[in-house]
T-cell receptor, first 115, second 113 residues
């Protein structure tokens, strides 16, 4: 079955450490996105990538980094520079035509907690 | 402003209708979406409406769009306990390099048995 998979589901990080969240899709989608979700704030875009080897900053990119070496994979690294990293992180993908009516899919999310 | 607005909480009795409201910001937005999020899960697209439509009905769901007031609503008929979740309104805005999707803060729907 086609889908988008995030791992791990839960992640704990010590202050000062970098941590990488995985996102893999087998939908043959060109575009992939990372969002951060905080209670009562909706989803905020961190980074997006429309094609392999290319990505752009979203609204809250500071303290995060990404890579897009393969079409299927778009890992997100939360660096020690991110001041408040505890949140729920969601990955999404869509076809090259953009975020159309029904073609965009979300992963199940990773809950990151800094301890 | 830039924000999509929704009330944060709604509580209804099982069997009643739920109406979740949303105010968006960009009159040129092409698509408007409703997503559902169950606890600890990702977002699932419930329904969407093109900006040139006033209403869309899909089984128990009815979406109403008032472009003049930039107001979107989602009505769930015969609400069930399984409808308890967070509902996000989102608008798709045209940008130069890609279409940006802006999400509201989400409305947490609680269904009382």
């Amino acid at each position: 079955d086609g889908g988008i998979t995030q791992s791990p589901k839960y992640l704990f990080r010590k202050e000062g450490q970098n941590v990488t969240l995985s996102c893999e899709q087998n939908l043959n989608h060109d575009a992939m996105y990372w969002y951060r979700q905080d209670p009562g704030q909706g989803l905020r875009l961190i980074y997006y990538s429309q094609i392999v080897n290319d990505f752009q900053k979203g609204d809250i990119a500071e303290g995060y980094s990404v890579s897009r070496e393969k079409k299927e994979s778009f890992p997100l690294t939360v660096t020690s520079a991110q001041k408040n990293p505890t949140a729920f992180y969601l990955c999404a993908s869509s076809p090259p035509s953009g975020w159309g009516g029904t073609e965009a899919f979300f992963g199940q999310g990773t809950r990151l907690t800094v301890v | 402003g830039e924000d999509v607005e929704q009330s944060l909480f709604l509580s209804v009795r099982e069997g009643d209708s739920s109406v979740i409201n949303c105010t968006y910001t960009d009159s040129s937005s092409t698509y408007l979406y409703w997503y559902k999020q169950e606890p600890g899960a990702g977002l699932q697209l419930l329904t969407y409406i093109f900006s040139n439509m006033d209403m869309k009905q899909d089984q128990r769901l009815t979406v109403l769009l008032n472009k003049k007031d930039k107001h979107l609503s989602l009505r769930i008929a015969d609400t069930q306990t399984g409808d308890s979740a967070i509902y996000f309104c989102a608008e798709r805005r045209k940008k130069t390099s890609y279409d940006k999707v802006i999400f509201g803060p989400g409305t947490s729907l609680s269904v009382i048995p």
